[in-house]
């Protein structure tokens, strides 16, 4: 799976939109981008995933970029709530089980 | 409430102390895992489950025994272990294993180990 490289920490004010970025330079043409969350001494979350077009959920927005190099996920009013890590997770369809976390980006909202 | 359910929630057990941990999916899923999660480090996998069957063992000690009776539980058994695998233990569950399907995840158990 290709490698992923996200900021390791961001802010953002409550009601705002928070877009957090990823790089997958590296991508192949089969794989998918995922995105996951982990608040504090919960498990991790399923967001949204995407393989070229944009989605959308009730949760967020997956912008991908046209040569899919990177992709923003984008929570449209953040709330105290959102406060968590955000995993990009890159992964060929039937590639295996595993999902590579990684570090991820650690987003704080403030009031 | 995310269809994952794990206990016990927190458990400290000695060196020579053989425990537990039990998962419990409502999804009508067909795959399961479990995940080791040690402070600052990434998750990793331990163990995948399909269809009950044990379909990835990635190089785990054998002091960390699966079991998976039916589609909806999966056990790990503990016994003998050390310090260092003191962890957040993540159960998940996919409704296939191998595709793209989203893992749904428990909020762990928080195992210590003196």
């Known amino acids: 799976d290709a490698k992923t490289t996200q900021p390791p920490s961001m802010d953002c004010a409550e009601g705002r939109a928070a877009n957090l970025p990823c790089n997958h330079s590296?991508?192949?043409?089969?794989?998918?981008v995922y995105w996951y969350r982990q608040i504090h001494s919960q498990g991790p979350q399923y967001i949204i995933h995407?393989?070229?077009n944009n989605e959308t959920n009730e949760m967020a927005s997956l912008i991908i970029t046209e040569d899919r190099k990177s992709s923003t996920l984008i929570l449209p009013h953040a709330t105290l709530r959102d406060t968590a890590v955000y995993y990009c997770i890159v992964r060929v369809r039937h590639s295996g089980y595993a999902l590579n976390f990684g570090k991820g980006t650690s987003l704080l909202v403030t009031p | 409430e995310t269809g994952v359910t794990q206990t016990p929630r927190h458990l400290v057990m000695g060196m020579t102390n053989k425990k537990s941990l039990k998962c419990e999916q409502h999804l009508g899923h067909n795959a399961m895992y479990w995940y080791k999660q040690s402070a600052k480090k990434p998750l990793e996998l331990m163990f995948v489950y399909s269809l009950e069957e044990r379909v990835e063992n990635n190089s785990v000690p054998s002091r960390f025994s699966p079991e998976c009776p039916n589609s909806s539980h999966l056990f790990l058994h503990l016994h003998t272990l050390q310090p260092e695998d003191s962890a957040l233990y993540l159960c998940?569950?996919?409704?296939?294993?191998?595709?793209?399907?989203?893992?749904?995840f428990g909020n762990g158990t928080r195992l210590t180990v003196t």
């Open positions: 995407g393989l070229k």
């Open positions: 998940a569950s996919s409704q296939d294993s191998g595709s793209n399907s989203p893992l749904h």
């Open positions: 590296t991508i192949s043409g089969n794989e998918y």
